[in-house]
């Protein structure tokens, strides 16, 4: 064998290895790499999506105690029940205070309940200085309970000045036993 053609047969025999290590080493490593990458990329996207759903909980968590928060704020505004002659009283002691005297005041027989509170409203009719009545309103806003001025007709008493007879229906609102 010359060298010339010791060095052709030793070409196509590195070329033969060559395209042998290609096929059998290099392109399934290389499909193995790829498949890696793919699953890799999936498991990034899922646990990116977890991070996000980790967030999300956190806030809902965050949410779910300011409102808590809000709703034990509410209830501590709520008196029970037994309570309403106290408010009555208050409500009495107010006016008197105010100079507005009390035509009449009744319970409403229409009591709503609502999902853990009751609503009870009051028919009052008050007479007494515009400024009195006014004062009388700032005052009832300033008790810690929770209470919502419904219906209110003012008119002027005739022959007198400054003179306001008020009929309103003003509702309490309480916490319910059961709720």
């Given at each position: 064998?010359?060298?010339g053609v010791?060095?052709?047969?030793?070409f196509?025999v590195?070329l033969?290895?060559?395209?042998?290590a290609y096929?059998f080493?290099?392109r399934?490593?290389?499909?193995?790499?790829?498949?890696?990458k793919?699953?890799l990329?999936?498991k990034?996207?899922k646990?990116?999506?977890?991070?996000k759903?980790?967030?999300?909980?956190?806030?809902?968590?965050?949410?779910?105690?300011q409102?808590?928060?809000?709703?034990?704020?509410?209830?501590?505004?709520?008196?029970?029940?037994?309570q309403?002659d106290?408010?009555?009283?208050?409500?009495?002691?107010?006016g008197?205070?105010?100079?507005?005297?009390r035509?009449t005041?009744?319970?409403?027989?229409?009591?709503?309940?609502?999902n853990?509170?009751?609503e009870?409203?009051?028919s009052?009719?008050l007479?007494?200085?515009?400024?009195?009545f006014?004062?009388f309103?700032l005052?009832?806003?300033?008790?810690?309970?929770?209470?919502k001025?419904?219906?209110l007709?003012?008119?002027?008493?005739?022959?007198?000045?400054?003179?306001?007879?008020?009929?309103?229906?003003?509702?309490?609102?309480?916490q319910?036993?059961?709720?």
């Amino acid at each position: 064998m010359t060298s010339g053609v010791r060095k052709i047969v030793f070409f196509f025999v590195l070329l033969g290895i060559t395209f042998v290590a290609y096929r059998f080493m290099i392109r399934p490593a290389n499909k193995h790499l790829s498949e890696q990458k793919t699953r890799l990329q999936s498991k990034l996207d899922k646990l990116s999506k977890l991070e996000k759903a980790t967030a999300t909980v956190e806030n809902f968590s965050k949410e779910l105690e300011q409102l808590q928060e809000a709703i034990d704020f509410f209830e501590s505004k709520l008196p029970p029940t037994e309570q309403i002659d106290q408010v009555l009283q208050d409500v009495t002691l107010i006016g008197q205070k105010q100079g507005v005297s009390r035509k009449t005041i009744r319970r409403l027989s229409t009591t709503e309940d609502n999902n853990g509170y009751v609503e009870q409203p009051l028919s009052m009719k008050l007479e007494g200085n515009f400024n009195s009545f006014y004062s009388f309103l700032l005052a009832l806003e300033k008790l810690p309970r929770i209470m919502k001025v419904r219906q209110l007709r003012l008119e002027k008493v005739k022959g007198e000045e400054g003179i306001v007879s008020a009929d309103f229906v003003v509702s309490i609102f309480f916490q319910d036993k059961a709720g």
